[in-house]
């Protein structure tokens, strides 16, 4: 592995780096921008579905990428972004929410409008999709975050395309993309997944919320809905410069080795919406929110400052099987949580929601004043009949069956440093993207992952098509010995996990005990999870072939590692 190591980084160090033109304008002090002074957007909705004489029919839809200003904040001049819409005028950030209906099958054309040359900075010392024509075009390929579909419309991350397809990847399959909707109801969102660009293309701004709503199985568990009653907030950060353009240190910590490429971006300005720290006015009564954390590498803790508290109906895409009561919300980024709060029980008439989660999470540094603010509800002081109710049970989903699993897996997340003991890049399972694919499941198989974190840094592990359960997390103990065993053999067996995975346990916090598709992994601990590679709210079959190529992958979701090799091809047999 050492030799794999020296021979990458000469390789990666003789690669040519594409560069942007940014303006060389200062740093913005957040601290300048005054909190709470805009209002929440509500985010454009797009249908995703016909109705005909009442009944729902599947649809097409064309949804562009395109340049634009876009303003986060009233002070804050006009920041140039990428934004997703049906044209370049209603294009937004984040992008449309697209609704679509269980059993409704929807079509998405994606195209690409971007101009030649980025507004940030990318650095082909880490794999990345190059157009042949270098510097001339910017590679997208739109991947919908949770969704059970066909591997020709994953998203995988060599299936890119330039602005009008005139170029494209070696994977690329189809300019339309087929979403069959016919999972569990819940909550995605599509993002940009091309190789080596996903941290800046998200950064940029090309992500949005995909809901799939189903009815006849919602509506009696009485829920808040409507759109005043029922909102999605998306919710990252980033930092800008007094011009108003997005700031990313474009310095890498190695820049001998990756003159760009950072192991993680943290901004100081919390946007939600597309607004920084919003406000919102609210009646007395019970909202639901639909929280995803979009943002590249931070993680956020978030509470009430006046003690309000969260019950949570759904995590990631799918809904729990009974309520569960929080006052806090730990979320990884890509991790979406479901959540409904009572505004009648506020004692005062402003609730502030914020956030305390270290960055990187979970040894970095503490929160400060301006990312530790998310966004100000303002409640009014009057009486409110509130019909909303929230049912004890809500969906009923088979739990995890061990004993049915058909597969053992040991998934390791290495890190290496340089000389200089700074991060040059992140393998899962010591290899890199472009090796053999090692994960090959079987269509309607469960397994059992053991996935074993030797780094410092917590890892949200996101597997493509796949839904997989939580089962515990067990501390490594003479974690030294066995990561020093794990970096010369690589293997999980030959290194007697056994003998070291006895450390203490630490329960999978009720709130995640659902299905999921992100969860985040403890540095120096095993997690056991049950991966399902079929529905869970049904016995059907696929219906498309989920063994074609180009197949899926796994992946850490923290963008800055995943765009430096700490993702791996899954390919599913029969």
């Known amino acids: 592995m050492e030799a794999i190591l020296h021979l990458r980084l000469i390789s990666f160090a003789l690669l040519g780096v594409l560069t942007a033109s940014l303006p060389q304008a200062r740093l913005l002090n957040s601290s300048n921008l005054e909190m709470f002074v805009d209002q929440l957007p509500h985010l454009p909705k797009i249908l ?20 634009k200003k876009w303003k986060f904040h009233r002070n804050l001049p006009s920041t140039p972004v990428y934004a997703y819409g049906v044209s370049k005028d209603t294009a937004t950030v984040p992008g ?13 054309t994606w195209q690409n409008h971007l101009p030649p040359n980025h ?71 599509y993002h940009d997944h091309a190789m080596g660009l996903t941290r800046i293309n998200i950064l940029a701004g090309l ?49 001998s080795i990756h003159p760009h490429w950072r192991p993680e971006y943290f901004g100081d300005v919390i946007i939600v919406n597309g607004k920084a720290w919003p406000r919102l006015t609210v009646r007395r009564r019970k ?124 998934i390791a997340m290495y890190e290496y ?12 399972n010591g290899k890199t993207l472009e090796e053999r694919v090692t994960e090959t499941p079987k269509v309607g198989t469960t397994e059992v992952w053991y996935v074993i974190n030797l780094t410092q840094d917590n890892h949200p592990l996101h597997i493509h098509l796949g839904l997989f359960v939580a089962m515990d997390q067990t501390e490594l103990v003479n974690l030294k010995e066995f990561t020093n ?28 005990k659902g299905w999921k598709n992100v969860f985040k992994m403890r540095p120096g601990f095993v997690t056991k999870i049950l991966v399902r590679f079929s529905y869970i709210h049904s016995n059907a079959s696929y219906p498309f072939d989920a063994t074609a190529a180009p197949g899926y992958v796994y992946h850490c979701h923290i963008l800055d590692h995943e765009d430096n090799e700490m993702m791996r091809p899954l390919k599913l047999i029969n």
């Open 48 to 67: 995703g579905f016909h109705l005909v004489s009442g009944i729902p029919k599947s649809k097409s839809l064309e949804i562009g990428m395109f340049k």
């Open 96 to 108: 449309p929410t697209i609704e679509a209906l269980h059993g409704i099958d929807t079509y998405v």
């Open 119 to 189: 507004i940030l900075q990318w650095d082909t010392t880490i794999p990345t999709a190059v157009p042949a024509n270098r510097g001339k075009g910017i590679p997208t390929v739109v991947h919908l975050h949770g969704g059970i579909d066909e591997p020709e419309s994953d998203g995988y991350f060599s299936s890119w395309f330039t602005a009008g397809f005139k170029e494209k990847g070696p994977t690329w399959t189809n300019e339309t993309y087929h979403y069959h909707n016919q999972q569990q109801p819940g909550n995605l969102w």
């Open 207 to 255: 992500a949005g919320a995909y809901i799939i709503r189903h009815p006849k199985l919602e509506a009696p568990l009485g829920l808040p809905s409507g759109d005043e009653f029922d909102r999605s907030l998306i919710v990252f950060d980033r930092s800008f410069r007094t011009t108003g353009s997005i700031y990313m240190n474009s310095t890498g910590d190695n820049p």
């Open 287 to 410: 909202y639901r929110f639909r929280i995803l954390n979009a943002s590249n590498a931070r993680f956020f803790r978030f509470f009430f400052i006046n003690g309000l508290g969260f019950t949570h109906v759904g995590s990631d895409s799918a809904y729990l099987n009974q309520p569960v009561v929080t006052n806090e919300i730990l979320l990884g980024p890509s991790e979406i949580a479901d959540v409904v709060v009572d505004f009648s029980n506020s004692k005062t008439d402003i609730a502030i929601l914020a956030n305390d989660a270290p960055y990187p999470y979970p040894g970095g540094s503490p929160v400060n004043e301006g990312n530790s603010k998310v966004m100000k509800f303002i409640i009014l002081n009057r009486p409110e009949v509130d019909t909303w109710k929230i049912a004890k049970k809500l969906m009923h989903y088979p739990g995890p069956d061990v004993s049915g699993a058909s597969h053992t897996r040991y």
């Open 417 to 428: 440093t340089s000389a200089a003991n700074q991060p040059t890049h992140l393998y899962l």
């Open 485 to 512: 065993c794990m970096m010369r053999m690589n293997d999980a067996i030959k290194c007697q996990i056994s003998k070291h995975a006895r450390g203490k346990r630490i329960e999978v916090p009720a709130y995640e």
